[in-house]
């Protein structure tokens, strides 16, 4: 391919395609229309750039050199150990129930998420009275602070004025309370693990759901009509036609909804801070209690990077997928 | 380096130490007048002071603290900014401001005490603390632990937190059975209890108290947890067995499974509530009561902390220190406040109702205010020779920061009151703290 470039004469009006090698190289062509159009694009650009930059990749490049080196939050310089922390990571007890508790937070999670997302998204698709005040409901669980509303979870999982066991037991559903057939939900150490993915799926769910609701509008009627007019099922038309149609808009949500409960610190740090004895530890809580709480920079951040291959993999599944549908 | 230094007669004095010596000296007596004098400096005035601290428990503390700092502020010409967030967040801010090089002058620390990790960017306030020490009648024995580093203070101990019996008089009478003296007469009362409806609690998760209750009886059997050096983790002995084994007893005949998902609040709610026959906690569980609920209030008495086996009692508690960032462009200041607020130590029990400890000893002398005139809090002035902080005997360690953090502890009691043998335990937590030990650098 040969590159060229137009130029002409400003006064008649010619124009002919010159080849790039045959430019002076006085300067000339970064005052060209090419160059500018270049230069403009790139100064469009920039800021995206920098912003990626200064606020994913700084981090990601820091935390990497905290993780090979004895940093901690109390020493300005750190020497470089090497793979020392990721060893000790890997000696640790604790960590390895912290990956199986994120690796299993994580799929348990965005199974529920899927579920409970999709369910509301047709919901809300529908006509109904009051629609528009519903839709703004159901995304309070994700615009409250974190903080106040995992609380309000922690009293409605107390052991003993635990409203959700209350209402259970007077349903008769459950016991009475002293006995041992009244849960303690973040005493029992599966029940711990389940009702911190429980807050996180609660939490999360709408932001699926308004993703999905987003995708759901963008499908034209005429599409689905032809379709039932051909005969297709409610599953057939969501699996054959919609579903293909949204999947550059699902892939981006579940890519964000990946990224949100892999790193979601708070919901099990305030629930049991990894209690009862280790019983719901996540990478993300145990990172925080070691590199910040007990100051051992290097050794958090190496923590914090395991969560890279958990999250890698299917980063690069979901943008491959994505890629493959545009062309 | 003495290894590369040239031979020098030791009388000579380098033009670098008598600079340093002198600097040293005039600092020491210019803060000795200004004490004297009580007086701030002149070069205090027109400056900003900014101070953080947490949400104390007892909000009227908190109210006092703010006033008392802003009339100092008044006094000396300094404008002083108190700013208030919970504890837990205290770690994060520090290491924040830490990092940026900038932030309050005066900075809190509760219960997680981080002066080992910090000290190198933290002032010496060695002469404050020996100043105040003087002047107040000397410091308890437990005072130097979570802020000695290599011989110097790096912070002022405030107060700390006690956690003493907190028990129901009327239903331990009413079953016949002995005031909770011992860690014995405890479980005998909770085994006898629990069985009419009243059980006990100890948290068996991931919260301080969890971390505080059971390294107090750990400690009354006779346990320890690192050598006096600190250097060296202890917790393969009898005692830590006998105490793993009183534990779970305790757990099995006097407990239920709500323990293992309590927080540092869930014990006061239980007292509250009339259920708990005794709990080991603060005494802001015991106050909180007189509005909640007046009758458990009129029948929970305060014991002293329970003897173990062989009579021995020690109650860890948490200790409150203030700091100051070396980079603080206002130390002249911050000392000078830390000074003042100690000359109000007893004011500042006082406003806390009692709740705040003493550790200086002219406070800590009987009466002391507030508990000393109270016939039921009485006893806690009897604390302050039996108090100690994580690492006991060795002093508040990185190491021990982080094993705290991570609640190893109370996670092997956790285990054996959920049934793992006691030898498989204690080998699972050895191989933890060693894990530790062995990875941090020597602070």
Avoid at chain 1, 147 to 172: E, P, T
Avoid at chain 1, 210 to 220: D, K
Avoid at chain 1, 264 to 273: A, K, M, N
Avoid at chain 1, 288 to 317: D, E, K, M, S
Wanted: hydrophobic content about 45%; some cysteine.
């Amino acid at each position: 391919m040969t590159s060229t470039f137009q130029a002409g004469d400003p006064e008649t009006g010619v124009r002919v395609a010159v080849p790039l090698g045959a430019l002076p190289r006085s300067g000339a062509w970064f005052r060209s229309q090419s160059a500018r159009r270049l230069g403009f694009g790139y100064a469009l650009l920039a800021p995206a750039a920098l912003y990626v930059t200064l606020l994913v990749a700084v981090p990601f490049l820091f935390s990497l050199y905290l993780a090979v080196s004895d940093a901690t939050v109390g020493e300005q310089m750190a020497g470089f150990i090497g793979l020392e922390n990721f060893k000790a990571a890997l000696e640790m007890d604790s960590f390895w129930i912290a990956l199986r508790n994120s690796v299993v937070f994580f799929v348990v999670a965005a199974v529920l998420k899927s579920l409970l997302g999709t369910s509301l998204a047709f919901l809300l698709l529908q006509e109904f009275r009051g629609k528009k005040l519903v839709r703004a409901l159901v995304v309070i669980p994700f615009t409250l602070p974190v903080a106040i509303s995992v609380l309000g979870w922690k009293w409605m999982y107390d052991s003993q004025f635990s409203v959700v066991n209350w209402v259970l037991s007077r349903l008769g559903l459950i016991g009475a309370y002293g006995t041992d057939a009244w849960p303690v939900w973040l005493g029992d150490p599966r029940l711990a693990l389940v009702a911190c993915i429980l807050v996180n799926v609660w939490r999360t769910f709408p932001f699926s759901a308004i993703v999905l609701l987003a995708g759901f509008t963008s499908v034209p009627n005429e599409v689905l009509d032809a379709a039932k007019v051909d005969g297709c099922s409610f599953l057939q038309r969501f699996h054959n036609i919609v579903v293909p149609m949204i999947f550059p808009i699902l892939m981006v949500g579940f890519l964000f909804d990946t990224v949100f409960t892999l790193s979601d610190l708070s919901v099990v740090y305030i629930l049991t801070q990894g209690g009862p004895g280790n019983a719901t530890q996540i990478l993300p809580v145990l990172a925080y209690q070691i590199g910040i709480q007990a100051g051992n920079l290097g050794r958090g951040a190496a923590i914090a990077l395991f969560l890279v291959p958990l999250l890698a993999p299917a980063i690069f599944v979901f943008l491959r997928n994505l890629k493959r549908r545009e062309y | 380096m003495t290894l590369f230094a040239p031979d020098r007669d030791p009388l000579q004095v380098t033009r670098r130490q008598f600079v340093r010596t002198t600097s040293i000296g005039l600092a020491g007596s210019s803060l000795a007048t200004m004490l004297a004098a009580r007086r701030a400096p002149a070069q205090i005035k027109g400056s900003n002071l900014r101070i953080l601290t947490w949400s104390h428990f007892i909000p009227a503390y908190d109210a006092w603290f703010d006033k008392f700092a802003g009339e100092w502020g008044e006094k000396n010409g300094v404008k002083v900014r108190v700013d208030h967030i919970p504890h837990l967040e205290i770690p994060a801010r520090m290491a924040a401001e830490f990092a940026a090089g900038a932030g309050h002058d005066i900075l809190f620390n509760g219960s997680t005490i981080l002066t080992r990790i910090y000290y190198k960017t933290l002032a010496d306030l060695t002469d404050i603390y020996d100043q105040i020490g003087k002047k107040h009648g000397g410091w308890i024995a437990a005072a130097r632990s979570p802020v000695e580093v290599e011989g110097r203070i790096y912070g002022i101990p405030v107060y700390y937190i006690l956690l003493p019996m907190l028990w129901r008089k009327d239903l331990f009478e009413e079953a016949g059975v002995k005031p909770p003296d011992t860690w014995e007469a405890a479980r005998v009362a909770a085994r006898t209890l629990k069985a009419k409806g009243h059980p006990t609690g100890i948290q068996l998760s991931h919260c301080n108290d969890a971390n505080l209750n059971w390294r107090s009886l750990l400690f009354s059997f006779g346990g320890t947890e690192t050598d006096p050096s600190g250097e060296h983790p202890t917790i393969d002995t009898k005692e830590m067995r006998e105490a793993l084994r009183f534990g779970k007893a305790l757990f099995d005949e006097g407990m239920t499974p709500e323990v293992f998902s309590w927080d540092d609040a869930s014990d006061n709610r239980y007292l509250a509530s009339g259920i708990a026959s005794w709990i080991h906690d603060a005494i802001s569980a015991y106050r909180t009561t007189e509005s909640t609920n007046p009758n458990v209030f009129k029948n929970t008495y305060v014991g002293l902390e329970p003897a173990g086996p062989g009579g021995k009692r020690v109650s860890v508690s948490a200790p409150n220190a203030f700091m100051v960032w070396k980079f603080s462009k206002n130390q002249a200041a911050a000392k000078e406040f830390l000074v003042h607020l100690m000359d109000n130590d007893k004011q500042g029990m006082i406003e806390s109702t009692g709740y705040n400890m003493p550790f200086l000893n002219d406070t800590a002398k009987k009466p002391m205010p507030v508990i000393g005139s109270d016939a039921k809090l009485q006893v806690l002035q009897d604390f302050p020779k039996i108090v100690a902080f994580f690492g006991y005997p060795g002093p508040y360690t990185t190491q021990i920061q982080e094993v705290a953090n991570l609640f190893v502890l109370p996670d092997m009691f956790t285990r054996v009151a959920r049934g793992q043998g006691i030898d498989e335990t204690i080998k699972w937590g050895l191989g933890e703290y060693q894990r530790i030990f062995a990875k941090h650098k020597k602070a």
